[in-house]
């Protein structure tokens, strides 16, 4: 079988690595001292943002889990699962997050001595694999641990996609051959090659998996040479290292195009753009800088003449999309550096108008052409109207 | 133009019940019961008689508006009984009292209520209150049919006989009335009874309700409470057209003697404060006649900038902190409470007394997301009804309580399996209504009330900590047990290690969290000290034996309270807990 293709070139020896870890803790034992696991931390505050880099990496704050009563609930469930883990990479076995949670329920229901271990649901396990691939400073795909495939479906006559097999077999997929059908990229990014059979004139992400097959079904692709994407929502990490995988081996400009607020602008753009918090570890090989932000802008509702809803004051959910704003405003690095002040512009547009627009109004510009907002977003990408 | 008329008082009541408590029959039969106990426990108290009281109701037919019962209601009690010849005008004349203006904290104000209980059973059931009445100094009691003379506002006596009967004196009254019957939640008749046995600790009660077995709680102390005297107002709770107008009564003496005569709390250390703050001799000297008005208003101006002492606090009545320790414990089976008498302060110009129960009972109030069970007072009577909008409410929701252990929603009762038991007393409550079920929240009131609650928040959370650390020890003894070896055992197999490193790491384990169930012993051993100070201090202030305290605030002290197997109902708890399922069911249906 051939080797699994890795996403980076990994300079520690994981299995030596964790075994390390393990030797250290049971030594502290041995000596009546107390563990401690150190991890990264991963949050906003630990953010660092420099529009060179492109992307948010960490910072120098760590998250230190010293063994107490209250922790050793978590660090038995860390060398649990870092022992199934281990077992992974061991026989290159691969499961996703899903996969383990239900593999160690499975291992708790049939010893009892492990039932304290019980994990309420799969948010609990998620979080002590997240724990330990920041606390190896390792990707969970390092970990033999994928993520589903989900979002970023994705249409295209001019692209072809050479996925390396497990076996050691390639396979070639057209995707002008797929008819209306969508590409769905795969949650390893890296055994994939990427080609044009014709010069692909950009990449075009919208928020909504729906409105992207929408734009297919009425001939988008047809009529211009370019990858077209739908991200689903919040980009997994599937869409994220698709992406990037796209502005590494084509040389097209991205653009995304999604609703006008702060929840779009902050958790899918920046996201897509820079990266996450959560994912800071990561953000290196799952993030695509150059993507632009197509809109919606602020200028766009004036100009289309765009149907917008007001924010409610009285309502507790719309008022957190204001909070957000302010918050991102605040304390969020990347909106923070002065090269993004035009989208840190819009947030602060967002606040003060206290309005949002969706993606969908521009298919109600022009009752009478289907397919208008194929043409306004066209226009804008020609007439620079992005940030 | 059309006629103008005038119609008597007893016109417009009957025409407008709705005011004073009759506003649907579920109302009418509460309104009604709790008219009776009121003036039954005032009457009592006025004659300083240790107060006994009977109360029945029952279903006897249908009523004659639709999806009514026709319910009798019944309060007996042993006060001094009224005399014969005023029984007409106390059951069937408006506005006719003992109590209107005295200034004093008396449960009943203005003579509207049994009148217009009369008014209710007459306008229902063609027939208005049947009285017996019988003074200490007559040989048979007198019984009567009291009906309303709605255009005259009079009360008529029917079928009038004298009759034997075997009580030293007393008055009974009954009621048949249109109604229906709720005997839980908010508004039931249980919470009634329950909530007015809670504040008067000198009570002792026997009801029966419907079908249900009777009922009978003892009294906790033997003392009656001194009926507050209608002492001399305090000048704070005066507003200057009132001064004034006061003055006018004194005719022709000095400002300095009608300061001193006229209001409480003008002493010789006053008269100093006031000249200090430049009140001239020369006006203290000056004659009332001769004042002017611009004076006056110089004279009240210093008076109201001026601190003087609390108003006397005999103006106001309250059950006290050992009173209501005893009497909470009349209610089921309690795990822990804590009690506050405040000082009585100003508010609003008036003097009021606040008193605050907060407790948790091992049968009551047991779901535990619910709100707490919240009883208001007062003048030592239960507020059941309209309660988001009572000075009371917004207190409560106005103290952050998870500082004190408990959870809460934002803006809300806190929840949990507890009953607050909040009183008010003062000779002047400003209700929001004639009906006397909201008391209008004003921020000095809602402040003060407020403060009540803080302290015995500080006081209960002294319990609830204990049961947190408890908890605590527990968890924490269990996480060491279960999770340890767990650990051990995977680091074992990643690291391929032998049995004797096992041993060695397994021990050491132990020692190390042994270490911090140490700590969580010692914390629960302080939070254990810190309740007992508590217990001691509060057992210093009741003159008891400090050293015997430790049970006090946990369980109740007092010889006389049930013992742990029954509870108010005299039912076992076992049995009520099944019994409460199904009447909170009754209760949130009649919602």
Known sequence: ?????????????????????????????????????????????????????????????????????????????????????LNNLLIEAVNTKRELYYMCKGLIKSNKRLKPLDFEDQDESDAIIDFIGDMLKVYREELNCFANDRGGQTYSQQLVVTESLMD?????????????????????????????????????????????????????????????????????????GWCKLIEEELDVPIYFFGDLDAYTLQNIFRTLKAGSAASLIRNQHFSAP?????????????????????????????????????????????????????????????????????????????????????????????????? | ??????????????????????????????????????????????????????????????????????????????????????LAKVFGEYLASSKFGKGQCSRGQQGIGISAATTWAQLTNAKGAFVTTKKENMRKAVSAQVDVDIKSNTGVLRKKETIDWDKKSGVRCEFVLDGRIQLNGDGGLITYLEGTVLVNPHLTLEYKLLDNEKVRVERVTNEVPDMPEATLPHPHTFKLGEFITHAHLFGKVSMEKFLRTGFSRISDDAIKNLKAKGLSKGLLDKSLTAVKEDEFKKVFQVVQDTELMAPSTRSVINVGEEALSKSIARLGEIDFFSVV???????????????????????????????????RFANRVPLQFDKSGCAITWAIESVNWKTYGLVQPKESLPIGPYVFAVSIVSPFIKFKNASKETVDASEDLVE???????????????????????????????????????????????????????????????????????????????????????????????GEDPDAAPAAGDAPPHPETPPAETDLFGEPLAAKKKAGKGSKKQASKSK
């Open chain 2, 341 to 375: 008498t405040r000082k009585p302060a100003i508010c609003d110009f008036k003097p009021v007394a606040v008193e605050v129960a907060l407790a948790r009972f091992k049968n009551r109030n047991l779901e535990a997301d619910a709100p707490v069970q919240l009883l």
């Open chain 1, 168 to 240: 050691g077999t390639k396979a070639t997929i057209d995707l002008s051959t797929l008819g209306t059908a969508p590409y769905q990229p795969k949650n390893k990014p890296q055994s994939l090659k990427l080609k044009a059979k014709k010069k692909i004139d950009f990449a075009l992400v919208i928020e909504s998996e729906g409105t992207a097959g929408t734009l297919q079904s009425m001939g988008f692709t047809k009529r211009n040479n370019c990858i077209l994407m739908g991200a689903g929502g919040v980009p997994s990490n599937g869409v994220r």
């Open chain 2, 1 to 86: 133009m059309s006629k103008i008329t005038k119609s008597s008082t007893a016109e417009y009541f009957a025409k407008n019940l709705q005011q004073v408590g009759f506003s649907s029959p579920l109302k009418a039969v509460l309104t009604t019961l709790k008219e009776a106990v009121d003036n039954s426990l005032d009457a009592c108290e006025q004659a300083g008689i240790l107060p006994e009281l009977i109360v029945e109701i029952s279903k006897v037919g249908t009523g004659s508006s639709k999806n009514t019962d026709l319910i009798k209601v019944t309060v007996e009690d042993n006060g001094p009984g009224i005399d014969p010849d005023d």
């Open chain 1, 290 to 387: 150059s993507v632009r932000f197509l809109g919606l802008l602020p200028e766009d509702v004036k100009k289309y003449d765009l149907f917008t809803y007001p924010v409610k004051e009285s309502d507790p959910a719309e008022m957190r999309s204001l909070k957000k704003a302010k918050d991102a405003l605040e304390g969020d690095p990347f909106f923070l550096d002065k090269k993004n002040k035009n989208l840190a512009d819009i947030l602060r547009w967002l606040m003060k108008e206290k309005i949002r627009c969706e993606q969908q109004s521009l298919f109600s510009v022009n009752p009478k052409d289907p397919i208008m907002m194929e043409k306004i977003l066209l226009e804008k990408i020609k007439r620079g109207a992005y940030v």
């Open chain 2, 448 to 542: 003060e009330i407020r403060r009540a609650l803080i302290q015995a928040g500080q006081k209960l959370s002294r319990h609830i900590r204990k049961e947190t650390k408890e908890a605590d020890l527990e968890r924490k003894l269990a996480h060491i047990e279960q999770f340890g070896p767990i650990l051990v055992e995977s680091l074992i197999k990643i690291t391929k290690s032998n049995s004797s490193r096992q041993k060695k790491a397994e021990e050491g384990l132990m020692k190390l969290l042994g270490r911090d169930s140490k700590e969580a012993i010692a914390d629960l051993d302080l939070a254990t000290s810190r309740l007992k100070d508590l217990h001691a201090k509060e057992a210093k202030k009741r």
């Open chain 1, 1 to 85: 079988m051939a080797k699994m293709h890795t996403v980076r070139d990994l300079n520690i020896d994981i299995p030596k690595e964790a075994r390390r870890l393990a030797d250290e803790m049971l030594s502290d034992l041995e000596k009546s001292k107390r563990p401690v696991l150190e991890a990264v931390k991963t949050s906003l505050d630990n953010s660092i943002y420099n529009s060179k880099v492109g992307y948010l990496t960490p910072g120098d704050k760590v998250v230190r889990t010293e063994l107490n009563v209250s922790s050793v609930q978590k660090l038995a469930r860390v060398v649990f699962i870092l022992e199934i883990l």
